[in-house]
């Protein structure tokens, strides 16, 4: 099973809303979910408001070998969290 870690839509039409999920690389992308952690609001005008992640769970994914997406790996790049690759 290879495990991802991705955005989810939430929100409403035009004012797109995102949580950082862990989940099984088959799934949809608004499917079943392992674990949340954290969330992504792109329309948000302060940057403090903007992002909001678990950190020491993202970090404990990255190390059980979860891949995050190119968006999440950009994401998390800005945060400073990075891969232990």
């Known amino acids: ?33 392992i674990e949340e952690l954290g969330w992504y609001d792109p329309a948000a005008k302060e940057a403090d408001k903007q992002v909001s992640l678990k950190r020491e769970r993202i970090e404990h994914w990255l190390q059980q070998g979860a891949e995050p997406t190119e968006t999440v790996a950009d994401l998390l790049k800005r945060q400073g969290i990075g891969s232990s690759k």
């Not at 495990?3 to 862990?22: C, D, E, I, P």
């Open 1 to 33: 099973m290879s495990v991802k870690l991705r955005l989810k839509r939430m929100g409403r039409k035009h004012r797109s809303f995102f949580r950082l999920s862990v989940m099984d690389g088959r799934s949809p992308r608004d499917g079943r979910v």
